[in-house]
């Protein structure tokens, strides 16, 4: 069997010699992979994901599926607990590595990553940080291999950027807490359009205080937890699978109550705050995608006799592009080589790199579009996917109006005088 | 048995080179540099002994500059033990000729006594395809190049030709062993053994201080693209096609 690894196409290959200055030489130590388990963290997922993941996206994308046979081989990979204790079945990795993985995979599929961060970032590292030993054990290692699908329920269809005026509720009834509500905008909520997904952690209300939240394990099967409906017809991430999940007199176990009763809000905030790194580097690894196809297209499409390249427009388009795609990841990684898993307070930056990139990635994608022109606006050439994909940014795990909530509000707390 | 794995550091074999503006060499300025892919294969094929319990261990070297210590931390990662890192200042794109290679590696092995040595069948900058054939030699030993399979109970080899597979049986441990490309599909390093591999050895020694000379002999006179593949042109029968091949062409 000839090694596939080494025939891929030639439209996916890097066309390019010279290599970002700042972003050092190919395996060097820099602000972007600042230790060597970082470098080879970033070309074991870069070459895994040009081999394996890019010839899928396409498809995936028009089916609008999940393709979890190549997500279970994130799991043989050590992908899915990047940040999860090695005694949890995780690589015991940090934010950084997280932001890594999340920049590689979305320069070829954001959809597939999306669906990587539900699971690795929102189940996993939330349940790594705030759950007990015995429920680390009893779910960590099933979600670090991949046998288990995992996400995590906070949106409802009355409550997104408001996520405090949820309506879910928990109520206690002996041993248990009985959950009614319903929960929206769940990646991963379901795998195969008809089942819920394996598990999830869900935040319910559980006191008379706006901020009474609580979060509870709720596995596929319970009865009563069911799937509302697959969300079809997205604009972008169509091969990440979102759902609506109905909790009918769910009965869960106090053993399922993750840390504190009424204590949930902190576990949601800290989360967010990875969360919203995690998916700026999305925005990262799109907008460099859409870069590389801008550039090697204005060397090799001819007008009027020259490459377009030598055209002023396009050189103003892929110059801006670069510095913009620059400044946000630079942005982006001193946030995650500073962000302390299990610290809590870091709103302004995890706020702020979303912010920013989210506008960055979606403006890259339409430049990459105008500069490929026709080509541009089909499938084949993967950007009219990628500007697709990077309009979610600005929406999903907080949309831009949150950040500008959250970010003057911590002005108001913390003083107005910058470092 | 143990098992010494050759591993080099090239140009990623996607890149599209340049030729450096002297047409002295190959630019090499802020290129994206991996493991030869045939190197990559060499290695899995000994890892793949190692799971199988028939390498207790595999020693991984590498002949290069100092960056040649991250291909050596892949091998690694992929699942070999240890690694020998000779460095040198050289171009081993074209300075380091493939029977200085031979003769260093062959140091490496008189000191390590390896049971199978299995490298890649060529590196894809020098495409010399000659430092396993000139490493046996050396060592006065068999070889077993353009493997397509290796089977270490019977002393088999499946080898690849121009015109097919053949199967040759080598008398004896040690041998030499080259990898071909259908050797089999070399795996990508997980994340928790890239960790692990930052905790194993790696020896290093300048290439220069092994009592090898290095020197063999060669000025690379120029380099430079193939000239661009020009349009073909119709002939109207066969005889005008033998006229063309015999008398234009020069090839009948």
Redesign the interface.
């Known amino acids: 069997?000839?090694?596939?690894?080494?025939l891929?196409p030639l439209s996916t290959?890097?066309?390019s010699?010279?290599?970002s200055?700042l972003g050092g030489?190919?395996?060097?130590l820099s602000l972007f992979s600042p230790s060597?388990?970082h470098?080879?963290?970033r070309?074991?997922v870069r070459?895994?994901a040009e081999s394996e993941v890019e010839p899928q996206a396409l498809e995936h994308n028009r089916t609008e599926t999940f393709n979890l046979p190549l997500f279970r081989k994130l799991g043989?990979?050590?992908?899915l607990g990047?940040t999860v204790e090695?005694e949890y079945g995780g690589?015991?990795?940090d934010a950084t590595?997280c932001v890594i993985v999340m920049e590689e995979l979305s320069a070829v599929d954001p959809a597939f990553c999306l669906s990587y961060l539900a699971h690795s970032c929102l189940f996993l590292n939330n349940l790594n940080q705030n759950g007990s030993h015995e429920q680390k054990v009893k779910y960590s290692p099933g979600a670090c291999s991949g046998e288990i699908v995992g996400g995590m329920c906070m949106s409802e269809p009355g409550a997104g950027t408001d996520v405090l005026g949820m309506a879910t509720t928990a109520t206690p009834k002996g041993d248990d807490y009985v959950i009614n509500g319903q929960k929206m905008w769940i990646t991963n909520g379901t795998v195969d359009g008809v089942n819920t997904g394996d598990a999830f952690l869900v935040y319910a209300r559980t006191g008379e205080a706006r901020s009474d939240v609580s979060m509870f394990i709720v596995e596929k099967g319970m009865p009563g937890f069911s799937l509302g409906q697959k969300i079809e017809n997205k604009l972008g991430m169509r091969a990440s699978m979102t759902a609506e999940l109905v909790f009918e007199d769910v009965v869960v176990n106090k053993s399922q109550l993750v840390g504190q009763l009424n204590g949930a809000a902190i576990c949601m905030m800290r989360n967010l705050e990875i969360e919203r790194v995690a998916l700026a580097a999305m925005s990262s690894g799109i907008a460099r995608r859409c870069i590389e196809e801008m550039a090697k297209y204005s060397t090799t499409r001819k007008a009027f006799g020259k490459p377009i390249g030598d055209f002023g427009q396009i050189q103003k388009m892929i110059a801006e592009s670069y510095a913009e795609y620059m400044a946000s990841k630079s942005y982006i990684y001193n946030t995650s080589n500073n962000l302390d898993l299990s610290s809590a307070g870091n709103v302004m930056d995890s706020d702020g790199v979303k912010l920013f990139a989210g506008k960055m990635a979606k403006d890259v994608a339409d430049r990459a579009i105008q500069v490929l022109g026709g080509n541009g606006y089909t499938g084949e050439y993967r950007v009219e996917q990628l500007w697709r994909d990077a309009k979610l940014l600005e929406i999903g795990g907080g949309t831009n109006e949150s950040h500008h909530k959250n970010m003057t509000k911590w002005f108001g707390k913390a003083g107005t005088t910058l470092p | 048995m143990r098992v010494l794995v050759g591993v080099k550091r090239v140009v990623d074999y996607a890149v599209k080179v340049r030729v450096a503006a002297d047409k002295k060499a190959v630019d090499l300025a802020n290129v994206k540099m991996s493991m030869n892919p045939f190197c990559e294969i060499a290695v899995e094929e000994a890892v793949r002994l190692k799971e199988a319990k028939k390498a207790t261990e595999i020693i991984a070297v590498s002949i290069g500059p100092k960056a040649a210590a991250e291909t050596i931390r892949t091998a690694l990662a992929m699942g070999c033990d240890r690694g020998i890192h000779l460095t040198t200042d050289a171009r081993t794109d074209q300075e380091l000729g493939p029977n200085s290679v031979a003769k260093l590696l062959a140091k490496v092995v008189e000191e390590e006594s390896p049971d199978a040595i299995i490298l890649g069948k060529q590196s894809i900058d020098g495409d010399f395809g000659c430092t396993g054939a000139m490493l046996a030699e050396h060592l006065k030993i068999p070889q077993c190049t353009f493997a397509a399979a290796i089977d270490f109970d019977a002393k088999t080899v499946e080898r690849e030709t121009d015109t097919g597979t053949e199967v040759v049986s080598f008398p004896s441990l040690p041998a030499v062993f080259t990898a071909d490309l259908r050797l089999n599909e070399p795996r990508y390093a997980t994340l928790p053994n890239i960790m692990k591999a930052k905790k194993k050895k790696i020896d290093t020694k300048a290439a220069d201080s092994l009592g090898v000379e290095l020197n063999e002999g060669n000025t690379v006179l120029e380099v430079f693209e193939p000239p661009p593949r020009e349009a073909g042109i119709f002939v109207d029968d066969v005889d005008g096609l033998v006229d063309k091949l015999k008398n234009e062409a020069g090839v009948l």
């Open positions: 069997m000839l090694a596939s690894r080494f891929r290959r890097c066309l010699t010279a290599v200055p030489g190919s395996g060097t060597e388990e470098v080879g963290l070309e074991m070459s895994f043989d990979l050590g992908l990047v090695e690589s015991g990795m590595a």
